[in-house]
């Protein structure tokens, strides 16, 4: 929950000095220091921030504290220099005005650490981003490395600002920072030479001595210890609280992070070596022939080592240190310096040497922090310059300081007092006069352009002739003795004749802040700022880029004569162009105040405060302010802020602004004595009435903020909702015509099917059709054709080329044919039919009728041969063939049958007597007579019989005697058997049951088996009404000899009687018959 505090909760005094009661300087003091004992070192004065210096940390600037302040309005938090922060950023953010902060009060009031408490405060309130965060961070980086070369330890304070710093802090719409320019005023630089007692030299010369490292000194040619150089005081060196090497890592880290580059770090790091070798250098006197003094230089190491540094010839510095050339017009006049005039250029050198590196530090720093963007810029400028300054001896330093000085309180007075009643004036409101201390008299006392006191220091300074600074007061006392803030001794004013606190060779000037006396010596000097052109043309020279580049004017090529503008006109002038800078800018002023002179927490010196709060004419700004009114505002910005409090303004308001606000006001029901209503603007008296109105802005601006969102989500809703309708419609769209499609497709192809199909039917049925049609044409055509052809052909033939192809070939063919019967006719082989000679085959295509020829040839051959055959020889030749048929290759006898001639009757049975008897015995008439062997069964030895054959009968006499032994009618024989191989042996197998069977088969053997068995078996067959008699060829068959079967067995083998058959009994079923192989 947003804890709601208020600047009144928990008020220690009170934190508006407006709300003071009774107003009064000691209660203003009393509240001051009231607040300042319980650690609340801000209070305000309406909208200027009062801020005592506490000397010590405070737990006021955490991040925590940040949040708290960031965003809320200014009266709403106890006072805070975060809270002016923040109304300042806001405004520059919200309401596009420029802003300034102005920051004063005298030397150690707590300036520098507001400045960079402010710059804190922005840069974490600020956007945030890489680019962003990298500028931010170069911001507050510039601060280490400023504060490093400007600042410098004074009696008053231990970080003396002894430069001015403008800082103009540019950011974008956004309000986010986008760069800065930094402007320097007037750097202390006698500080460089010569610093007071108690006093130190810049921060960065005791830096650089204690924090770098023994390499870079020894680059630098230092030494770490102070005491080496003359420029460097002794006395306060060493500073309580300040870590000078730690300080050194922190200004380099800064310098890095601000851009430097490490050639730049390092060429700056030489020119401050140069200057503290500078300061070593001395000399002494060395008298001339001519009377006059001239200087020397002491002991040259130290030059030399200078000169090594900046790559300068030391023997051109040397001469530099030794003659002034002084040229006028086309004269150049070259004078010896004395030694108090080598000093005075030396340390001129220093000083310039100094201020323009720090120039080139704050233009350096400005090239990194400057705005890449040109869009345009809003801008926050700070100003912290140094304070207000009254030493024991003032010089020309502290008066060009305390004129900055009273030009801001002028510009405090202008803004806040002399302005805001001016204009309660202005704008019609009753108001009664508040008194106030004007200091433009002082002001004018200084810078008026006639006789104001730059004006006569810069007449001087260029007059002609002997000008000193005694000449110079002389002038103040002659044309400012009249003024009311001018104090001198000399002076025409005889008021001060007898002041012997005024000195002299002194001027005093009232100012607003007290009275300061100014010692008049060096006023001239150090206004001229003088160095003598030897030394910068000497410094031109030099090969150290930085240094050549730091005195342009000594460039021999641009040799100006013309003197440069003195340092007051200079200051003036930026100080003018200040002001009218912060002129254009919304003010916002922290007024630092210093507790006490001792720099200790704790400690509240009152007369110190009292005349702080004095000279700041802080409780003239209270009474104006409590008379007046806190907060105005021209009617229309007022009415445009507040117009959404009200229904008849908002929105939008037709009538005059100033009406407009009235009806706000009357409305929202402000009490009238709470405002009043000025020409232009309305004037509120309490910053309460404010913070009401802001509040009521602030939830009026959330209800409508959530009006907006509520419209704009409704918008946004109903636009998406509508937007997703369109695309629900689109799509829709899209897929109907998708599904129309896809269905249109597949009619469309369906019918496109059927309709191929129909078409195919009737295309198919047109093409048979018209097939048929052709096919009748094609068959009329083609029997005209053939009709025509042949009536042609028939007409034509004999003119046919092609016919005589056909008639060749058949002439030839016959041709051919004649030759080879021809050839053959005249070849033909002998007529006997077992020549196998036939004439060779004369064409391959003949190979047919060739051997055809050939078949037909040998059956005629034969049939002729056969033709010639009688009876009797047809009737061998058949019983020859028959034989054939019987036993060829079916016994081996028979192949030696076929060249013997069947003789039938061997022993012409009729004509031999011997057989007469057995030959009318036998009435038929004989067919064979042979003698055969007849095998006797018990041993199968043969006995010879005579056998012969008839028609009807075989009969088997005996040989020697004729007897016939056996007749056995053919009918009566069964069959025949023979064996396959050579032998003679057969037997007569008988009919079982015939009259001749009683004795049993008959086994022979004869020469003439082949013979025999032929014409039995055709007798056999002739014989009447028998079946032909079977032969049985087989080398084992049985015969039967009257009750025994016997077998007889055939075997190939040698027998025992040569290469005759033998035959042998084995046993009584068993006749062997042996026939040789050869046989
Ligand atoms: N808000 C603060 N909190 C704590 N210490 C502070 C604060 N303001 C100032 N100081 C102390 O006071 C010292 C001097 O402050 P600062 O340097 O800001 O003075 P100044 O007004 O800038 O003086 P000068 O005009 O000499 O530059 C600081 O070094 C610091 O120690
Ligand atoms: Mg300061």
């Given at each position: ?630 907060f105005r505002q021209p009617y229309e910005p007022c009415l445009e802020r507040y117009k959404m409090l009200c229904k008849r303004t908002w929105p939008h308001w037709r009538g005059p602004a100033r009406e407009g606000v009235e009806t706000l006001m009357v409305d929202l029901q402000v009490p009238t004595d709470e405002f009043s209503y000025g020409r232009s603007k309305i004037f509120i008296r309490n910053p309460r009435t404010l913070f009401f109105l802001e509040e009521r802005r602030r939830q009026c601006l959330e209800d409508l903020a959530t ?47 059927v309709q191929s199909y129909t078409r195919g039917w009737q295309a198919r049925k047109l093409l048979r059709e018209l097939k048929y049609q052709k096919r009748c044409k094609e068959a009329v055509t083609t029997i005209a054709a053939y009709w025509h052809g042949t009536q042609v052909r028939r007409e034509y033939r004999k003119f046919f080329r092609a016919n005589a192809g056909k008639k060749i070939y058949e002439f030839t063919i016959q041709r051919i044919m004649q030759k080879y019967f021809l050839g053959l006719k005249h070849n033909m082989p ?250």
């Amino acid at each position: 929950m947003e804890v709601k505090t208020s600047l009144l909760d928990n008020m220690i005094g009170v934190g508006d000095m407006v709300l003071l009661e009774p107003l009064s300087e000691d209660s203003f003091l009393e509240n001051l220091r009231n607040r300042f004992d319980h650690n609340e070192i801000y209070t305000y004065i309406g909208s200027v921030v009062i801020s005592v210096n506490p000397y010590r940390s405070l737990p006021i600037y955490t991040p925590d504290k940040v949040e708290e302040y960031r965003n809320r309005n200014f009266y709403e938090l106890s006072p805070h220099i975060y809270a002016l922060a923040d109304e300042a950023y806001r405004s520059l953010r919200d309401q596009d005005k420029d802003q300034c902060i102005l920051i004063t009060g005298e030397s150690g009031a707590g300036k520098t650490e507001a400045s960079k408490l402010v710059m804190s405060y922005v840069a974490a309130v600020c956007g945030k981003g890489q680019e962003v965060n990298k500028v931010k961070e170069q911001l507050l980086q510039s601060n280490p490395v400023l504060e490093a070369f400007g600042n410098a330890k004074t009696v008053r304070n231990d970080n003396s600002s002894r430069f001015g710093k403008y800082m103009d802090i540019e950011f974008d719409f956004k309000g986010d920072p986008l760069g800065g320019v930094i402007s320097n005023y007037l750097l202390e630089k006698s500080r460089v030479v010569k610093q007071p007692r108690g006093e130190r030299n810049f921060h960065i010369f005791y830096q650089l001595l204690s924090g770098a490292s023994d390499d870079t000194l020894k680059k630098l040619k230092l030494e770490r210890d102070f005491s080496k150089y003359n420029y460097l005081s002794l006395d306060s060196a060493a500073v309580n609280g300040l870590d000078d090497a730690a300080s050194f890592r922190t200004v380099r880290n800064a310098m890095q992070i601000v851009g430097f580059m490490e050639d730049e770090m390092q060429s700056v790091l030489q020119l401050v070596a140069a200057v503290l070798k500078l300061g070593n250098i001395e000399f002494k006197p060395e008298s001339r022939c001519n009377g006059t003094d001239e200087s020397r230089i002491k002991d040259k190491n130290d030059l030399k080592e200078m000169c090594e540094l900046l790559g300068i010839e030391q023997s051109v510095l040397e001469r530099a240190f030794s003659y002034r050339t002084v040229e006028a017009k086309l004269e150049k006049v070259s004078t010896t310096l004395n030694v108090a005039q080598a000093y005075y250029a030396r340390d001129a050198l220093a000083k310039n040497l100094y201020t323009r590196l720090f120039s080139w530090l704050v233009t350096r720093i400005n090239e990194s922090i400057k705005a890449q963007a040109n869009a345009r810029h809003k801008v926050m400028g700070v100003l912290d310059i140094y304070g207000f300054e009254i030493f024991e001896d003032n010089s020309f330093e502290q008066f060009i300081i305390n004129y900055c000085n009273e030009k801001l309180q002028q510009i405090f007075i202008e803004l806040t007092l002399r302005e805001e009643q001016e204009e309660y004036v202005r704008e019609g409101i009753e108001w009664t006069n508040i008194e106030y201390f004007n200091n433009a008299i002082i002001c004018d006392l200084i810078e008026n352009n006639q006789n104001g006191i730059l004006a006569m220091l810069d007449e001087e300074c260029l007059r002609p002739g002997t000008v000193t600074d005694e000449t110079f007061l002389d002038k103040l006392n002659t044309i400012c003795a009249e003024h009311q803030h001018f104090e001198s001794r000399l002076s025409k004013n005889s008021k001060f004749l007898n002041d012997h606190s005024l000195p002299h060779s002194c001027f005093r000037i009232q100012h607003y802040a007290g009275k300061v006396l100014y010692r008049t010596e060096g006023f001239v000097d150090k206004n001229n700022d003088l160095l003598y052109r030897d030394l910068s043309q000497a410094m031109y020279k030099a090969t150290h880029s930085l240094i050549k580049q730091l005195f342009p004017e000594g460039n021999p090529a641009k040799v100006n004569l013309k003197r440069p503008p003195t340092a007051g006109f200079q200051f003036k002038a930026s100080v003018g162009t200040l002001m009218r800078n912060l002129q254009t800018k919304n003010p916002n002023y922290i007024r630092c105040i210093k507790p006490n002179d001792k720099k200790a927490s704790h400690i509240f010196t009152e007369s110190l405060v009292r005349h702080q709060v004095r000279y700041l004419g802080l409780m003239e700004n209270v009474r104006v302010r409590r008379a007046g009114y806190a907060f105005r505002q021209p009617y229309e910005p007022c009415l445009e802020r507040y117009k959404m409090l009200c229904k008849r303004t908002w929105p939008h308001w037709r009538g005059p602004a100033r009406e407009g606000v009235e009806t706000l006001m009357v409305d929202l029901q402000v009490p009238t004595d709470e405002f009043s209503y000025g020409r232009s603007k309305i004037f509120i008296r309490n910053p309460r009435t404010l913070f009401f109105l802001e509040e009521r802005r602030r939830q009026c601006l959330e209800d409508l903020a959530t009006l907006i969102q509520k419209i704009y989500r409704g918008w946004k809703r109903r636009t998406e909702f509508l937007q997703l309708k369109k695309s629900q419609i689109v799509v829709a769209a899209w897929y109907r015509r998708f599904a129309q499609q896809k269905k249109y497709v597949k009619i469309k192809s369906a019918t496109t099917m059927v309709q191929s199909y129909t078409r195919g039917w009737q295309a198919r049925k047109l093409l048979r059709e018209l097939k048929y049609q052709k096919r009748c044409k094609e068959a009329v055509t083609t029997i005209a054709a053939y009709w025509h052809g042949t009536q042609v052909r028939r007409e034509y033939r004999k003119f046919f080329r092609a016919n005589a192809g056909k008639k060749i070939y058949e002439f030839t063919i016959q041709r051919i044919m004649q030759k080879y019967f021809l050839g053959l006719k005249h070849n033909m082989p002998p007529m006997s039919p077992i020549d196998k000679n036939w004439p060779a085959r004369p064409y391959r295509f003949l190979d047919g009728v060739h051997k055809e020829l050939q078949r037909i040839f040998h059956l005629w051959r034969c049939k002729k041969y056969r033709s010639r055959f009688t009876e009797e020889k047809k009737a061998v030749y058949e019983e020859k063939l028959e034989a054939s048929e019987i036993f060829k290759d079916k016994k081996a006898l028979y192949s030696s049958s076929v060249s013997q001639p069947f003789k039938g009757d061997y022993l012409e049975i009729s004509k031999n007597p011997k057989y007469q008897k057995l030959s009318s015995a036998v009435e038929e008439k004989v067919l064979l007579a042979d003698v055969v062997n007849k095998i006797n069964r018990a041993n199968g030895k043969g006995t010879a019989r005579i056998f012969l054959l008839t028609k009807k009968n075989v009969v088997l006499a005996d040989q020697k005697t004729g007897q016939v032994k056996a007749s056995v009618p053919l009918l009566d024989l069964a069959s025949v058997s023979v064996s396959t191989l050579s032998d003679g042996f057969f037997a007569l197998r008988l009919k079982q049951g015939s009259a001749s069977a009683i004795k049993g088969d008959f086994l022979l053997s004869s020469e003439h088996l082949i013979e025999i068995i032929t014409k039995l078996h055709r007798t056999g067959a002739t014989a009447a009404d028998q079946d032909q008699l079977n032969i049985d060829i087989s080398d084992e068959f049985l015969v039967q000899f009257k009750q025994d079967k016997v077998c007889v067995k055939f075997m190939r083998g040698a027998a025992r009687n040569g290469n005759s058959v033998s035959c042998k009994r084995k046993n009584n079923r068993l006749l062997e018959v042996w026939v040789p192989t050869t046989a």
